[in-house]
């Protein structure tokens, strides 16, 4: 983890008031993400998985999953870096899975970029705050 | 290759509105934030951009990219409960 401490990372609100942020993965690939305090671990739309290049076919483990309405197997992989803001998690795992294509976001920031900051989240400013 | 037109990240988003667009950022803030960038491809749907994001990457190393869709991100209507 690098970076200076206490980023305000400005996001957009979605519908239902979801907060979605601007995510760089291994310095060069921008995508928007939505920050889930309930997804442990931070996953990426198969596209996303495709375009920076992870082989889907030498995952580093299975882990299986579970969402409200099913539980499912998902092979996940590791990043060199993981961007928000000025903060920098290295090495991280990610899952990757297919999103709902009406879903317009490439995937979901999630417990294990988290906690490695103190997050706070400014709901009225669209803002998540990284310390 | 002729040069593309560079855009603020709100212009895209408005000559863009519905679609998927790869952008090739050009410009970033004091904070690393882009600001301005050239529409390279777009598309109707996620998928069209898989193929136009890995070639450009690899005819441009050190690129940085942003694909993104012009709009609403979670469309009116549609409650996420992932």
Redesign the interface.
């Given at each position: 983890m690098s970076g200076h401490r206490g980023?305000r990372v400005?996001g957009?609100r979605?519908?239902?008031g979801?907060l979605?942020i601007?995510c760089?993965l291994n310095?060069?690939?921008?995508?928007?993400f939505?920050a889930?305090t309930?997804?442990a671990m931070t996953m990426l739309?198969q596209?996303?998985a495709?375009?920076i290049?992870l082989d889907l076919s030498r995952p580093v483990r299975h882990e299986r999953i579970a969402?409200?309405h099913q539980v499912a197997q998902a092979p996940i992989l590791r990043l060199s870096s993981l961007q928000v803001?000025?903060q920098r998690a290295t090495n991280i795992e990610v899952l990757v899975l297919s999103l709902p294509?009406?879903?317009?976001?490439?995937g979901?920031l999630g417990v294990n970029f988290l906690e490695q900051f103190r997050p706070t989240f400014e709901f009225d400013q669209a803002t998540l705050v990284l310390r | 290759m002729s040069e593309k037109l560079e855009l603020t990240l709100e212009e895209i988003e408005a000559h863009h509105a519905g679609e998927w667009v790869l952008v090739e950022e050009t410009t970033w803030d004091e904070a690393g934030n882009p600001t301005k960038g050239a529409v390279v491809a777009r598309g109707n749907d996620r998928q069209s951009l898989v193929q136009p994001t890995r070639r450009l990457h690899t005819q441009k190393p050190g690129i940085k990219t942003f694909v993104f869709y012009a709009g609403p991100k979670v469309p009116e209507g549609l409650v996420v409960v992932l």
């Open positions: 980023d400005h957009r979605a519908y239902g979801v979605v601007p760089q310095e060069a690939y921008r995508y928007w939505l889930d309930g997804t739309s596209q996303v495709e375009e290049g969402s409200v803001g000025s294509p009406d879903l317009r976001v490439d979901l | -």
